[in-house]
């Protein structure tokens, strides 16, 4: 392609600073995002016009098709034709919205990781240890089972080094992980938790639930079982969570 049209929609590879800016200026509404995940609309929000909502819409059927896309054929594999197609739109289209392919890469990783972020974001100092630990426990488990693209995706871009993502990483994510490392401190240091190391209770909640996401294939083959089986969910559920509360109990 040689026309006009090829160098607005199609930009040179030499000017990959752009995703990163992308990834940057994501990184400031992040958080928020994570936090606000789940809460009720906001008055006056159906209010929009019909053409806003249309374009809204348009734009999660992209986001959905990518991430679908993405998660299977990673992002050199997955085109950006072929997740226009998927999602109904035109390529033209789906370039309105997110003008290269690592772009909509970027909002999609964006769009997981709020999700993914937004069970961690919510227990405080003043929650029941016990409670808030399960909850995250519960919540990372069903979006492991609703979900599984999102871990996936996440997975395969810290496997190949995170390079669109690391502003997002080193940005909210660090500072939710720091503000509940925080709380954790807190909960161990007026005995309401056994001497844990924060960062590494953590890190195991992730790793014990996105096991069901990221190596579903496996749990399937070892136990003939998956957890959109609701005795297999009720049995995961129960069985990580006692593994992790009987690990942080004050003693």
């Known amino acids: 392609m040689t026309g006009k049209t090829a160098k607005t929609v199609k930009p040179p590879r030499k000017t990959g600073g752009r995703p990163v800016a ?9 958080l928020k995002a994570a ?4 809460e009720p609309e906001a008055a006056g929000e159906g209010a929009r016009g019909n053409r806003e909502k249309a374009g809204e819409a348009r734009k999660a ?9 993405f998660a299977r054929l990673g992002l050199e ?6 997740i226009a197609r998927a999602a109904g739109v035109s390529k033209a289209n789906l370039l309105y ?6 772009a909509l ?7 997981g990781l709020s999700q993914w972020l937004a069970p961690l974001a919510r227990f405080t100092e003043a929650d029941n240890p016990a409670d808030a630990i399960a909850a995250l426990i519960a919540a990372k488990l069903a979006m492991s089972r609703d ?11 810290m496997l190949r080094g995170a390079p669109l993502l690391k502003p997002v990483l080193a940005g909210p994510l660090k500072a939710v992980f720091d503000a509940k490392v925080a709380v954790i401190r807190s909960w161990v240091a007026t005995g ?7 960062p590494h209770l953590i890190f195991a909640v992730w790793a014990l639930t996105q096991h069901y996401a990221d190596f579903s294939v496996q749990v399937r083959v070892l136990s003939g079982k998956s957890l959109s089986d609701d005795d297999f969910m009720n049995e995961t559920l129960a069985a990580v969570t006692a593994l992790v509360l009987d690990g942080i109990r004050p003693r």
């Open 77 to 82: 594999g997955a085109s950006v034709e072929a």
């Open 35 to 38: 936090q606000s995940l789940g």
């Open 147 to 157: 979900h599984p693209e999102v871990s996936r995706l996440f997975a395969l871009e």
């Open 97 to 102: 919205y997110y003008p290269s392919k690592e």
């Open 22 to 30: 992308k990834a940057t200026l994501g990184a400031r509404v992040l």
């Open 61 to 69: 059927a992209i986001l959905k098709s990518a991430l679908t896309l």
């Open 192 to 198: 309401r938790l056994a001497p844990v190391d924060p």
């Open 105 to 111: 890469y970027v909002a999609v990783l964006e769009q």
